[in-house]
């Protein structure tokens, strides 16, 4: 099985989820591949999901990163269902490193589909 699109979605909408006036917390801001300093190599993420036998996958890890854009902490927002697959995402979100001068969180959307 071959991996013929991976997207990862992305826009880095602020710095940190905070609550507003209103009390409810803003969402999660979304992190862009754009707003990467360092994008991780994606051969690892490409031979779980292969090894998985999905075909398709979409999940998001929410990360923590300090104000040099070093990610120090990696959760997985919805397991894929392969732990192996779920290993691997956070991996390699742990290895991705944030263009920020200030420390915050955000969501990195993963999507993948398998072709025939």
């Known amino acids: ?17 905070s609550a507003g006036t209103t009390g409810r917390a803003e969402p999660m801001p979304t992190i862009t591949v754009a707003m990467f300093k360092f994008n991780p190599p ?8 292969a090894h998985s036998g999905l075909r398709e996958v979409s999940t998001s890890v929410t990360v923590s990163y300090d104000e040099l854009g070093n990610v120090v ?11 192996t697959l779920n290993r691997a995402i956070r991996a390699w979100a742990a290895k991705v490193r944030i263009e920020t001068n200030q420390a915050g969180s955000g969501s990195i959307p993963v999507s993948m589909r398998a072709g025939p």
């Open 73 to 83: 902490s990696v959760k997985l927002d919805k397991s894929t269902g392969d732990k």
């Open 1 to 17: 099985m071959k991996i013929f699109a991976v997207a990862m979605l992305c826009l880095l909408a602020g710095s940190t989820a």
């Open 42 to 49: 994606l051969d690892e993420l490409f031979e779980a999901t």
